[in-house]
């Protein structure tokens, strides 16, 4: 045997550790992966041992792996008996392998709930931080339910570690579970003023993230923060805190005037030094969002000339925030920027591209896009290429073409950006060309002319083969010569350079538009020689087409077969047709008859739907197929449209369309270049009510310039320039006489160009189609919010005073109270009501009751609740450590008071957070909770409040309607004409063997009451823990002094070996009477009734962990009937939840499932169901003797009702 | 927030801490992409770079280079780009405290003391503590905490691991103990 023993020692020994791990696996370069798996299989024989320092060695080396990429998911059990292992050591190596592999989708991690909550109330300060590292990780909402309140303590803890720790977890818990919020903000405020630095910096990090997703809800804290900012010396901090007013000063415009004067101070007061620049530069570009002042911009420039590569790019991202509001004083830079472009850093290069985008304007579009034009010729490596592709493209394409004077140079950089090779944005040129093509119709026959020489092109063709390429551009190409064949100078050869067979190497989706447009083309060509009367080249058309259409009819993709072999057959008839000399032209391009309308991506969604309209009955008969088809192209562009993104026009309110429309009218008619447009021939859309309100932005058109063949940008540069010459030399004549004319560009587009921008007037008249839009198109922007962002939620607002159900939930600590100030129970809350609020709380009833109470609280809330700290339950075993903490606490208590005293006056405390959500009455809250009540029925709104309350799920609070009495935990222990006792019971998850008795002793004489003793016979299952050193026969002091009238608790901690019996205890309180005449030695006794409920603990249970353990059959079951009730099953419900810790289950009509653990872990399942005035309890339990005893103690409780 | 920081050195293979959720998978491949954009790029440019598709494209990788490993920080706009190359500075400055003169080889056997340290700069993604000497006073007692803990109990694995520490190329590398079983004797009953 103890050979075995060694021998098992040994083994363990020369297991291998990871630094073995790590070696062996570096010694096995060639088969690393069967070294690992082999490794693996070790792993799995040392979980499987009992030892746990071998588990512990073993899921260290898991952590490891799972670095390297292996999936250690199957281990999460493993990772788990480790994190509950007792030794630090162990623990640190749980908690870090469930760091890196628990995620939401671990379903073990349930099972950690318990742990946690265990070590997070630990009396090692590195147990509790490492488990908040370690939950930080993998926190999901079930967990930040449950320990939200666990965690909110700890922010109050003693030692700065954790509170910096727990402030800092909070904000993943808020994130999971957005309720937490609300509760907690008042503590976390509390935070930001904290003594320790550190904490302080937490505070500040989690409000600072908070913030950046919802600032608004955070203006309140302006004051507070900048107080902090010119305070605070921790650069981490302050960097924080500036980022925040970066967010908050958009909102509060006096906000930004506020901070120069600090943030100059700042700037100049760290302005030494090499630290000095990068306190600048962060500075910089925090506040550059949104300041009132053009200093910022003043300082970056110095900042990039010192050129240190970091600080040139931030130099850069700077100038990137100012230009969204200064935009001026950015363009002032532009010889700058344009030089970062040649930088060789790609990450400058590309912060300056983004500035480019906000800086160009009408004058200097074609030079700045001509400079990127040659960077594109020079860029090596992709990915640059194409972001210097993309940026070309929204440059131009930006605020709708607002900053293209000439369409023609525009499509002729498209068409020079196809050149690229291997670019992955050739869906994007050609979206711009469509787009372009569609909606400039002056541009049509310019546009046609350059797509009909790119399809004749062989280096799109060649390019084919990477999909998503270039290639993409031939999609557009095939559609615009198609759709606008009409203006196709050649398009017999247009029509043979789309029948190649090469083009059957294209993807499908471009070979289906080209089969499609092949026959457009070709209903034009034929309408062209029927009326020109040539028969003979209508039937040499037919003909090619005949000939050539089979090769698509072969091809693999079903779209193109199917287009094709429609059209190859449609094509035959007609040659029959031709044979005989019928003119087929008319009938033919009737396929294709109508105009497309360019329609925004989101245009659909936008149509409100009228009232009374059944959007699923059929209108009219349905459509009849002929009308489907001249449906499908507009399908294809449609969805060609939709992948590209787009500047939407600014939707005009009714009246501003009017305006814009009358101007319009009014300019046509003096504008004597302005090609009216023909009156669009589709009916369908004049029938369209909408159609007449399409917004039409104009823009000048001078003679069309021509350049033949694929054109090259730089000539429109240069012709341009001499244009724009020309112009101004003409307008310098004309001045005086056309002021009007000038004002023009600026009434035209909604945002403002720059001064320049006006004296260039437009080298083409173009008709830019905007979108269609429906009319009373429903404004939202609530389409580009992401439904699903997790930030989303936590838009609460904080400043609204809590409400009361706005608790945390809480998992019954109740010992952790302990160290609350004795001030607090003269003020606690009249509101007995559940332990546990509501999980999904209403808003709007909220709402609802804050109104009522607003103006009454609202000075008291803003001056936040604050909760006392309370310390951690294992520190209380022993009592005199009790008393030292809680002086400690009474005395910050006392300090605050001292502070806050004239603000808030005596309603301070009403209602206050209490750190576990225990609710206390006391004498003078009664009349308040009377008050409260009639304040409630009051309002008109309370028949709604009430309503919807009953809706509600119950869990275990009293119903809304109804409310019962307010009623204490606390049962009267004894009382003499000095002095009054009462008590309550309090059991913990953590100490299986103990519980807390709480007593408060309240003075009821004239004296001063001293030297209080408390000594207790014990019995031989019960044990008063005492100090050490003291006998059995010595009393325990109660470490305070009670003036006359004041009342204080006293914990003392009782030690139960068996609980399923109830237990009385005898007991004595000697004290001393002080007063004018003498002193006198007084005692009082007592019994100490330690019932079987007290040792239950309200644990919250789900219906179906509930119905696994009623199905394990391990319990023994009994009941109770006591008849003669008349209370509301609801009030009943609460009763017990109240008086004998339970929680409710479920709850269906008059008949509840109840839970409850004791604190040795006996599970206690109640089914309560009410009859007509009787109430039948019937009860399972882990242990009879404990159940036939806590039946018989709530047939005491009911039998009251 | 940080979202994730990735060490590799100068070959790619990493040691890192992920505070998001990804897959394994997944990780890899960010590391894969995140090693392709930093290890190209020049040693005297800035050390900021937008992000892989992976990680999310808006957001930020910061990073440092040192000797033979990359300090790559990938972090979201609500970071200042600085104040996070500073924090990298405390780190390999606190790396370098914690193990003596750090080099690449102590963060390859110690991944569990780097993920240590690092549990007390970065928690869950959010800086915890920016000042060097608190956080070494913390690993400090929480590595004397651990040796007290192993206390006797810990010695002969200590004396076995520094055995194999020795490095003695003539040792096989991977004694196995468990196969040697040891035998005794089946001694003739007495009758």
Redesign the interface.
Known sequence: MA?KMV?G??????D?????L???I??HKEDEAKYISQCIDEIKQELKQDNI?VKANAV?KL??L??????ISWAAFNIIEVMSAS???FK??GY?AAS?SF??GTDVIMLTTNQIRKDLSSPSQ?DTG?A??G?????TPDLARDLANDIMTLMSHTKP?IR??AV??M??VFLKYPESLRPAFPRLKEKLEDPD??VQ??AV??I??LA?RNPKNYLSLAPLFFKLMTSST???VL??II?LFGALTPLEPRLGKKLIEPLTNLIHSVGAGRGAD?AV??VL??LSSGMPNHSASIQVRPARAGAS??L???GL?AMSKILKTHPKSVQSHKDLILQCLDD?????R?RALDLLYGMVSKKNLMEIVKKLMTHVDKAEGTTYRDELLTKIIDICSQSNYQYITNFEWYISILVELTRLEGTRHGHLIAAQMLDVAIRVKAIRKFAVSQMSSLLDSAHLLASSTQRNGICEVLYAAAWICGEFSEHLQEPHHTLEAMLRPKVTTLPGHIQAVYVQNVVKLYASILQQKEQAGEAEGAQAVTQLMVDRLPQFVQSADLEVQERASCILQLVKHIQKLQAKDVPVAEEVSALFAGELNPVAPKAQKKVPVPEGLDLDAWINEPLSDSESEDERPRAVFHEEEQRRPKHRPSEADEEELARRREARKQEQANNPFYIKSSPSPQKRYQDTPGVEHIPVVQIDLSVPLKVPGLPMSDQYVKLEEERRHQQKLEKDKRRKKRKEKERKGKRRHGSLPTESDEDIAPAQQVDIVTEEMPENALPSDEDDKDPNDPYRALDIDLDKPLADSEKLPIQKHRNAETSKSPEKEDVPVAEKKSKKPKKKEKKHKEKGRDKEKKKEKEKKWSESPHCPSPVSLQEEVDVNAVTASKDECEDTKMEAQGEEDDAEGQEQDKVRLLPRGLWRHKKEKEERSKGRKKSKKQPPGSGEVAGEAAQEPVHNGAPEEEPLPPESSYSLLAENSYIKMTCDVRGSLQEDSQVTVAIVLENRSSSVLKGMELSVLDSLNARMTRPQGSSVHDGVPVPFQLPPGVSNEAQFVFTIQSIVMAQKLKGTLSFIAKNDEGATQEKLDFRLHFSCSSYLITTPCYSDAFAKLLESGDLSMSSVKVDGIRMSFQNLLAKICFHHHFSVVERVDSCASMYSRSIQGHHVCLLVKKGENSVSVDGKCSDSTLLSNLLEEMKVTLAKC | MIKAILIFNNHGKPRLKFYQPYSEDTQQQIIRETFHLVSKRDENVCNFREGGLLIGGSDNLIYRHYETLYFVFCVDSSENELGILDLIQVFVKTLDKCFENVCELDLIFHADKVHNTLAEMVMGGMVLETNMNEIVTQIDIQNKLEKSEAGLAGAPARAVSAVKNMNLPEIPRNINIGDISIKVPNLPSFK
């Open positions: 050979l021998k020692s040994i083994d363990r020994m020369f291998k550790n990871l630094q073995d790590v070696r062996g570096r010694n320092a260290c952590t490891y799972q670095m390297l990429g292996y999936d030794k630090f050591t640190r190596i870090l890196q995620h939401e590195y490492v908040l590292t939950l930080s990780c993998f926190v570690y910096k720790k800092l977890i904000y993943k630095p550190g910096s937490a990090n989690v600072c993230e950046r921790n650069n981490w960097i924080k980022k990068r530069s962060a570009i925090s590569p970091p040139k790019y931030l991202l060789k850093d790609e990450s400058i590309l």
